[in-house]
């Protein structure tokens, strides 16, 4: 069943790229400062993109409305995003931002690999079963006929992406022998795919409401067990 992955509907809101980056040596700044008036603007552009993008669709939603929506001239939008598809593909690159886990994880040499795997499963699933993760995933699926360049860019900057960057991670537990996997990039795939069975399709299809946080650690907690009879070394 693992190796279904591939023909599911299993589509990650880029999920993660940003989401668990930390994991993977994206560490980010800690230095507090203030925003300059040019971010303010670009934060505001892109909040409203969001709300119209989620609220309306992507061809619904014309620059000229996202800028009337963020109180700035069009040209402004355009300084900012250079077009639609690039504010599209920010947008979702700062909603996979919501959900990052703690980024001193993985400073600790001596934390056990099933800590890891919890911690990297609760955020994913986090962001698969957030109400902007599955809006953005419906809007996708929504465009695909007319825009079918959003599905691929999304899956390239989201799924494929993620998955590449889980192997890797994968790949260096191995050489640390916490792990024993032959091929890393399937054996992300596997995580993923046992990690969304539960919850993903059926929340996609608006036909269960949202694990609260007990459930998702639960459900995360079995599917490691899982992953651990695997690829854990005896």
Excluded at 157 to 179: I, P, S
Aim: charged fraction near 25%; proline fraction near 3%; glycine fraction near 2%.
């Amino acid at each position: 069943w693992c190796n279904d992955w591939q023909n599911a509907s299993i589509i990650i809101p880029v999920s993660l790229v940003l989401n668990l980056s930390v994991y993977f040596g994206e560490w980010p700044m800690t230095t507090k400062r203030t925003k300059s008036k040019d971010e303010t603007k670009h934060e505001a552009i892109l909040k409203s993109a969001t709300r119209l993008f989620l609220k309306q669709g992507y061809s619904n939603t014309s620059m000229e409305a996202i800028a009337d929506d963020a109180r700035v001239t069009k040209q402004t939008v355009y300084s900012h995003f250079t077009s639609k598809d690039v504010l599209f593909s920010n947008m979702i690159l700062a909603l996979s931002k919501k959900h990052t886990p703690s980024n001193a994880l993985l400073a600790d040499s001596d934390k056990p690999i099933e800590d890891v795997l919890n911690e990297i499963g609760v955020a994913l699933l986090s962001m698969l079963t957030s109400k902007e993760g599955l809006a953005a995933t419906r809007l996708v699926i929504a465009e695909l006929h007319q825009h079918p360049e959003l599905a691929k860019r999304y899956y390239d900057d989201g799924t494929q992406r993620m998955v590449d960057m889980m192997a890797e991670f994968l790949e260096k537990q191995h050489k640390q022998k916490k792990l024993h996997i032959k091929d890393a990039s399937s054996a992300a795939a596997c995580f993923f795919s046992m990690l969304k069975g539960r919850y993903y399709v059926r929340m996609l299809l608006n036909v269960q409401s949202a694990p609260d946080q007990k459930e998702k650690e639960s459900h995360v907690k079995e599917t490691v067990e899982h992953f651990l009879k695997l690829y854990g070394r005896s």
